[in-house]
């Protein structure tokens, strides 16, 4: 991460990438990021569970849509080009991964 500091030496701009404003790099888990970030307070474990939670989430937005398709509530059309190309490219990989036997039973792929 990349920053650039006002006068007082605060944080006012986060960039990811290195920009002529932000030039100073930072580390990702600096606690004054954190702070800049409103993420202070949470533990890095909690953030790692969110993330995870993110994870596990995408899943279930995925077995949602794949639901709503069976039952005719919306078709595979519907969905913006975006969302089709992602859909298309998971449903690709957890098959392949599924073929070669390196999931557990419990990410099987229903579709």
Known sequence: ?????????????????ATPECREAIADDAAELSAFLGRAGVPADGQHQLRQSDLEFVRVLEDVIQVLM?????????????????LMTRQHLRRRVNDVGLMDDSDSDTI
Not at 2 to 13: P, Q, S, T, V
Request: glycine share 6%; no cysteine.
């Open 1 to 17: 991460m990349y920053i650039k500091r006002n006068k007082a030496g605060d944080i006012e701009l986060v960039s990811k990438v």
């Open 70 to 86: 069976d039952k005719g509530v919306i078709s595979f059309t519907d969905l913006p080009d975006a969302a089709r190309e992602k």
